[in-house]
């Protein structure tokens, strides 16, 4: 990768490789390489990976006008060969500009790239008639272009690209999604936002007991508003990725965004709501309002990742991801949670469940607690010291009148 970077000039050039979210080959893990110049999106590389690690798929490669002929294509290519050394790689068809870039790139590993070799040697993992029909259509941009394209590294079949296409289609095996159980996982979801000013300063202030500011902060956004939107990934880092990633391409981001990361499991006893399952995530495409127990809530400034805040639950506090509709709540949610997501009268954060030991002794609780205050003011009224003897009147010294200010002593 030294040679690519060589070619840029010292404009702070950074790249970030993470995943992202995509529907497209749910079996496979979305990855991207960023590219940042300045702190500011330059290019991407977007790419998929197979369960397995070795077969990588190149879905876009994309730089930004203003960052183009600085060489990033390049450099990003190599951290994507750099990153999986020992993986096959599909780089798909390319537009007249992405010709022209590739006739210009030095691939650092050519026999890995499947336009170079056999079909025998990758077909398991790519649709062969699919790659063969990418290889037409690359040689016929490079015709369109005068383009070399590499054509001497590219493996020669002897016979039309559809026979081989079809002889090894069969070859192919689909990668499935498993993606993580909603009913046994833990599962995290992130939520951007933007605080009032005295809020935000007390979520930051570590002098303050983390568990009362996460159940401010729960309290400001509302116990049924967990973002139906979001992608709930096995790890809070891909929560909070996920928050990153709206960040750099927001094209008007606040100032002074939190990011908060929720962690949460269905609450017993409930079906599993339809969700579409990813690789390492799900996503619930029309939330109804899933009742979820709240088991932690992490929160951080995006100016400021290193500093994140996390508060875990002991015991979960009853929580809901909200509905995707209004009108397609479930009767359960609108219950328990109004319009805008936040308990209604009478509604509490925390229910008792159904192995309560209290539960359904209301009457008996109330019998023993009257029962503990009449022992106790009894005890009250026994220590009281005995009223002091009259003393005759005989006796009595002269006193002066108390003022009418002051206090009579009995």
Same mark, same amino acid.
């Given at each position: 990768?030294?040679?690519?970077?060589?070619? +840029?000039?010292?404009?702070?050039?950074?790249?970030?490789?993470?995943?992202?979210?995509?529907?497209?080959?749910?079996? %496979?893990?979305?990855?991207?390489?960023? !590219?940042?110049?300045?702190?500011?999106?330059?290019?991407?590389?977007?790419?998929?990976?197979?369960?397995?690690?070795?077969?990588?798929?190149? %879905?876009?490669?994309?730089? /930004?006008?203003?960052?183009?002929?600085?060489?990033?294509?390049?450099?990003?290519?190599?951290?994507?060969?750099?990153?999986?050394?020992?993986?096959?790689?599909?780089?798909?068809?390319?537009?007249?500009?992405?010709?022209?870039?590739?006739?210009? =790139?030095?691939?650092?590993?050519?026999?890995?790239?499947?336009?170079?070799?056999?079909?025998?040697? %990758?077909?398991?993992?790519?649709?062969?008639?699919?790659?063969?029909?990418?290889?037409?259509?690359?040689?016929? *941009?490079?015709?369109?272009?005068?383009?070399?394209?590499?054509?001497?590294?590219? =493996?020669?079949?002897?016979?039309?690209?559809?026979?081989?296409? !079809?002889?090894?289609?069969?070859?192919?095996?689909?990668?499935?999604?498993?993606?993580?159980?909603?009913?046994?996982?833990?599962?995290?979801?992130? $939520?951007?936002?933007?605080?009032?000013?005295?809020?935000?300063?007390?979520?930051?202030?570590?002098?303050?007991?983390?568990?009362?500011?996460?159940?401010?902060?729960?309290?400001?956004?509302?116990?049924?508003? +967990?973002?139906?939107?979001?992608?709930?990934? @096995?790890?809070?880092?891909?929560?909070? /990725?996920?928050?990153?990633?709206? *960040?750099?391409?927001?094209?008007?981001?606040?100032?002074?965004?939190?990011?908060?990361?929720?962690?949460?499991? +269905?609450?017993?006893?409930?079906?599993?709501?339809?969700?579409?399952?990813?690789?390492?995530?799900?996503?619930?495409?029309?939330?109804?309002?899933?009742?979820? /127990?709240?088991?932690?809530?992490?929160?951080?400034?995006?100016?400021?990742? %290193?500093?994140?805040? @996390?508060?875990?639950?002991?015991?979960?506090?009853?929580?809901?991801?909200?509905?995707?509709?209004?009108?397609?709540?479930?009767?359960?949610?609108?219950?328990?949670?109004?319009?805008?997501?936040?308990?209604?009268?009478?509604?509490?954060?925390?229910?008792?469940?159904?192995?309560?030991? +209290?539960?359904?002794?209301?009457?008996?609780?109330?019998?023993?607690?009257?029962?503990?205050?009449?022992?106790?003011?009894?005890?009250?009224?026994?220590? $009281?010291?005995?009223?002091?003897?009259?003393?005759?009147?005989? $006796?009595?010294?002269?006193?002066?009148?108390?003022?009418?200010?002051?206090?009579?002593?009995?």
């Amino acid at each position: 990768m030294a040679g690519a970077e060589a070619q +840029l000039d010292n404009a702070g050039t950074s790249l970030w490789l993470t995943d992202w979210q995509t529907d497209a080959y749910p079996g %496979w893990t979305p990855r991207r390489v960023l !590219a940042l110049v300045g702190g500011v999106p330059a290019g991407r590389l977007d790419f998929l990976v197979h369960p397995d690690g070795q077969a990588l798929s190149v %879905w876009m490669l994309e730089v /930004e006008p203003a960052f183009q002929r600085r060489n990033l294509a390049s450099v990003m290519m190599d951290a994507l060969y750099a990153a999986h050394p020992t993986a096959w790689i599909d780089l798909g068809i390319r537009t007249a500009d992405g010709a022209r870039g590739w006739d210009r =790139y030095a691939e650092p590993a050519p026999e890995r790239n499947i336009h170079n070799r056999p079909p025998e040697e %990758w077909a398991r993992y790519f649709d062969a008639p699919v790659v063969m029909a990418q290889r037409a259509r690359n040689a016929y *941009q490079n015709r369109l272009s005068g383009l070399d394209g590499h054509r001497a590294a590219e =493996y020669r079949y002897g016979e039309r690209l559809e026979v081989l296409g !079809a002889q090894w289609a069969p070859a192919y095996r689909e990668a499935r999604a498993q993606g993580p159980d909603p009913a046994a996982a833990e599962l995290h979801g992130g $939520l951007r936002l933007v605080l009032p000013d005295e809020l935000r300063r007390a979520m930051n202030d570590e002098r303050r007991d983390v568990g009362e500011r996460a159940n401010r902060l729960l309290d400001h956004i509302g116990h049924g508003s +967990l973002p139906h939107a979001a992608g709930w990934h @096995t790890t809070r880092r891909a929560a909070f /990725e996920d928050m990153a990633h709206e *960040q750099v391409f927001d094209p008007a981001p606040a100032e002074d965004v939190t990011h908060v990361a929720f962690q949460v499991r +269905l609450a017993p006893g409930q079906e599993i709501p339809r969700h579409e399952p990813r690789t390492t995530w799900v996503s619930y495409t029309a939330s109804p309002g899933i009742e979820v /127990e709240l088991t932690g809530m992490s929160w951080r400034s995006p100016q400021t990742p %290193w500093a994140t805040h @996390t508060a875990e639950f002991d015991q979960p506090i009853d929580a809901a991801i909200a509905p995707k509709y209004w009108g397609e709540a479930s009767a359960q949610y609108t219950a328990r949670f109004d319009e805008i997501g936040e308990l209604r009268p009478g509604q509490r954060p925390r229910r008792a469940g159904a192995g309560d030991p +209290l539960t359904g002794r209301e009457a008996d609780i109330a019998a023993m607690a009257a029962k503990l205050q009449e022992a106790s003011r009894q005890r009250v009224a026994a220590s $009281l010291p005995a009223p002091a003897r009259e003393v005759f009147e005989s $006796l009595r010294a002269p006193q002066q009148s108390p003022s009418p200010q002051s206090p009579r002593i009995r």
